[in-house]
């Protein structure tokens, strides 16, 4: 029997528990939702439907690509896939706000609930937000996504050198708010007197937008406290304001000066957070947080880039996002380690190429103290093709696309803005890269969009200047690095004569571009600015940033996709520690040597508290070792197995590293990223013939806990390289627009107008250059099927034309090193039989002769 006590007791829990879901209830609710989704490729026409039967359809987590296991092929699925998913709700939350958030999807998404299409959206780089509020009911309901990657000629980008893998490849979320709610990214957090007061003092300037979704007029209470790095509250400013019904009220609001704030930079990262708390009378019905810095820059053009009033020469690394055989599809853990590996190096800069990254990458940024200079994605590829796949014209070359396509950039743009706006890392928006590649008839098109831009992004963000990435063409009076606050000049632009010193702020935003494989040489990657020691720096320049960070897939094969100082597979190329040395002063490793192999070490960057959330992995590494534990270059075929336990590889429960494969072990280790979406532990085991093999335990953390034979067990995926059909051999044409290097130039004929498609204006080597040439680079492993060229008068010119794969070993084309007979052109036809190979075209002028070039074009047929 119960006593007084014991009821009294027991009403005070029930008392308690219902104010805690009265509470919690009237809060917002953020669940991830990337486990457990049912997928398929191809398209299915009642996917959408409750009814339809998916049953055969594979069980995936995201973040997910449609080309898993994908490792650096050229070609990729293009078409569709769905996504459906059962969400349950009870019938408390009928009636809120609620929200679909998605990360990015590449690259059209129809979301679909109960059958009912509720949004869409165009952009496979920045995420966006879809209200189900009115469609979802208590019980269980159906979420169904409809995503293709189909290149279409009105959305951006156009082009690029990557690769355009379809899928749900970033992060999703349920929000439930109160009908009355601090909207999707709704906050922008500055320190408007911070560069006023030398960092000293400065008050903190919130603007906050409050959506009314209550179905009446009200007055809401926006409380916004900022919090130090310690967690305590140090300054807090109150607005009270009137929403409308069914409309967007932005609270602007400004505290008092904050005095000494620690400050944001990469040696010291300090990060403060805005809580907003917004309340209907004495209730809380919605809290955000935003994290941000106190920190302030200026880009100038003749000293360079300031950082909280210092000088700062900063060393950049361009890093696209996709990873071994999971492709774009990594988790934030990922993310972070590609920070990190590029901070670890010295790197205090890394540039987003060439589109917007995700969120969770601008944090890892903020967190580790790195520069970031984020990029709206509109970009071109030399050799570009008539339409129809991304090797296209970066403008539209139809009228009728126009429209849409600009449309489309400024949608994007304005995205990456909301969505990225408060990390303190971003020092810039960047409006493009290379969009010059685009066919000269719409290059005033290119102009037109790229102001627009730069006007959108001064009236989003007064507080970063709009860059024109890749600036480094038109030359002349035509040239587009003017058209923003600051230029980038990629490859060539670092020594081409109009961007040396050229009025406004700039970097060098691309230069290296070395093709290696693992594990390379023990060098620097200087490019073009090994010249006159430029690679130190010039006074009136930013900063450099390499090309590039790691190795990626690119639409123009491997001889541009290995372009990194880290391998696909997360793994170091020596030239990444010949940085680590300059930058850090840390030593390289002894590189491994030939032995004998006796045995397998396998190791995980973690092996504890690892997230089923589709959020967390880790990276996995074997290597060969001989009998006494010293490290060998041997690289026997290597298998990973998941013994037992839950989790899988991007082929599934077991992967094949081998010598001579797309998954490669070379010079005696290999590595690849593990997750699981299932909690329990994962025991892997690395197995070789003939070698002692290896096991290492990994514990994943989560809800729902792996069941042998309950759970459903990882589906396997084996590999086979994508190869696209009927697309037959394209002759693709470079020479205009393409870098250029020349051994020496005389002022007003820089290397650059040798293949600026006009023949008015030349090239032409310096007075007393002995052994003068001029070099293109396609910036593709071509086979080569025409060369073409013009000199800019008739004379006797004795020269030999070359070609290269590596800008050292050179291969002669033709050798006119005696001639006697004048010539204004040359142009050399080569069949199938005897097309020689490379991506390096040079032209060597024997002593005495005339040295100059008015136009070359190159034609061939890129090879992998």
């Known amino acids: 029997m119960m006593n007084m006590k014991q009821l009294f007791i027991i009403l005070l829990c029930i008392l308690g528990i219902v104010c805690h879901l009265k509470a919690s209830s009237s809060l917002r609710r953020v669940e991830n939702l990337n486990r457990e989704w049912r997928f398929a490729l191809d398209d299915y026409e009642q996917a959408s439907k409750p009814t339809f039967n998916d049953k055969d359809w594979e069980t995936v987590g995201l973040p997910h690509s449609f080309s898993i296991p994908y490792f650096m092929s050229k070609d990729f699925y293009v078409g569709y896939g769905w996504y459906r998913k059962q969400l349950d709700f009870n019938t408390e939350e009928i009636g809120k706000a609620i929200f679909l958030e998605f990360d990015g999807i590449f690259q059209e998404a129809e979301v679909f609930v109960n059958g009912k299409l509720v949004g869409t959206h165009v952009g496979g780089y920045t995420g966006f937000s879809v209200d189900i509020s009115n469609t979802i009911k208590a019980g269980q309901n159906l979420i169904a996504i409809r995503v293709n990657n189909l290149w279409k000629p009105n959305v951006a980008p156009r082009a690029g050198e990557h690769v355009f893998s379809g899928g749900i490849y970033r992060n999703v979320r349920l929000v439930v708010k109160s009908p009355v709610h601090i909207d999707w990214y709704g906050t922008f957090v500055t320190t408007p007197d911070l560069e006023k007061n030398q960092g000293r003092s400065s008050s903190v300037k919130v603007e906050t937008d409050i959506c009314n979704h209550s179905g009446k007029n009200g007055t809401y209470r926006l409380l916004t406290q900022v919090i130090a790095p310690d967690g305590k509250v140090v300054t807090s400013v109150e607005t009270e304001e009137v929403v409308k019904v069914g409309s967007s009220k932005k609270f602007s609001q400004k505290t008092e000066a904050l005095v000494n704030p620690l400050l944001w930079s990469p040696s010291a990262p300090a990060l403060y957070k805005v809580a907003s708390k917004l309340y209907q009378g004495k209730q809380l019905i919605d809290e955000y947080e935003t994290t941000f810095g106190f920190r302030w820059f200026e880009w100038t053009a003749d000293k360079g880039f300031f950082l909280n009033g210092q000088h700062h020469y900063f060393h950049g690394v361009n890093v696209h996002q996709d990873q071994a055989g999971w492709g774009d599809a990594v988790t934030e853990a990922a993310m972070q380690r590609d920070v990190a590996m590029m901070k670890e ?40 093709k008539p339409d129809g796949y991304w090797n296209s014209s970066a403008y539209p070359v139809n009228q009728a696309d126009e429209s849409d396509f600009e449309t489309s950039a400024l949608q994007q743009l304005e995205e990456m803005i909301r969505i990225h706006r408060n990390h303190p890392s971003i020092v810039v928006w960047s409006m493009c890269n290379e969009a010059f590649f685009s066919t000269p008839e719409v290059m005033s098109g290119v102009r037109r969009l790229l102001k627009r831009m730069v006007a959108l992004t001064h009236r989003l963000d007064p507080t970063r200047p709009a860059a024109i990435g890749g600036a480094q063409r038109p030359l002349g009076g035509e040239r587009i690095d003017k058209i923003g606050d600051v230029a980038g000049y990629n490859g060539d632009g670092a020594t081409q004569p109009d961007f040396q010193s050229p009025g406004i702020p700039s970097m060098v935003s ?10 390379g040489e023990y060098t620097p990657g200087w490019g073009d600015l090994k010249k006159d020691e430029g690679w130190k720096g010039r006074t009136w320049r930013s900063g450099q940033a390499i090309w590039c960070g790691f190795d990626h897939g690119s639409i123009a094969g491997s001889a541009l996709g290995k372009m990194g100082i880290v391998d696909y597979f997360r793994l170091p190329k020596q030239s990444w520690y010949w940085y680590r040395n300059e930058y850090r002063q840390v030593a390289p490793p002894e590189w491994a040597t030939e032995g004998t192999p006796a045995k397998l070490q396998l190791e995980a960057t973690r092996t504890e508290g690892i997230r089923t959330d589709g959020t967390d992995d880790v990276l996995l590494t074997v290597r060969v070792l001989d009998a006494s534990g010293q490290r060998l270059s041997n690289s026997p075929a290597v298998k990973m197995t998941l013994l037992s336990g839950p989790g899988e590889f991007p082929t599934g429960r077991s992967i094949l590293f081998e010598p001579d494969n797309d998954i490669r072990i070379l010079d005696g280790v290999a590595a690849i990223a593990f997750r699981s979406y299932y909690a329990g532990t994962a025991v892997i085991e690395a197995t070789s013939f003939g070698l002692e093999p ?112 590596d800008n050292r070993r050179w291969e002669t084309l033709l050798s006119k090193s005696k001639a006697s007979a004048q010539e204004q052109k040359i142009t050399q036809v080569f069949t199938d039989q005897e097309a020689p190979t490379g991506r390096f075209i040079r032209i060597r002028f024997m002593e005495g002769s005339p040295a100059a070039v008015s136009e070359v074009e190159v034609q061939g047929i890129m090879q992998e």
């Open 345 to 384: 190096a010295g790197f205090d800069l890394i540039r987003g190429s060439h589109y917007p990254h995700a969120p969770a990458f601008s944090k890892a940024c903020d967190e580790q103290g790195m520069l970031f200079w984020s990029e709206a994605p509109f970009w071109g590829i030399g050799g570009f």
């Open 694 to 805: 290896a096991r290492i335990s990994l514990s994943f953390i989560g809800e729902e806990v792996y069941c042998k034979g309950v759970t459903p067990e990882t589906k396997e995926r084996p590999y086979k390289r994508y190869i696209r059909q009927n697309t037959g051999e394209e002759l693709l044409t470079f020479g205009p627009n393409n870098p250029t290097f020349a051994s020496s130039q005389i002022e007003g004929y820089g290397a650059g107008m040798a293949a600026d498609r006009d023949p008015k204006t030349s090239w032409r080597a310096a007075i007393g250059d002995t052994t003068p040439y001029w070099l293109l680079d396609t910036e593709k492993n071509l086979s080569l099927r025409k060369l073409d060229f013009c000199f800019p008068k008739k004379d006797v010119y004795r020269y030999v034309i070359e070609i290269s794969e």
């Open 510 to 519: 691309e230069y290296g571009s070395t093709t290696t494989e693992r594990p």
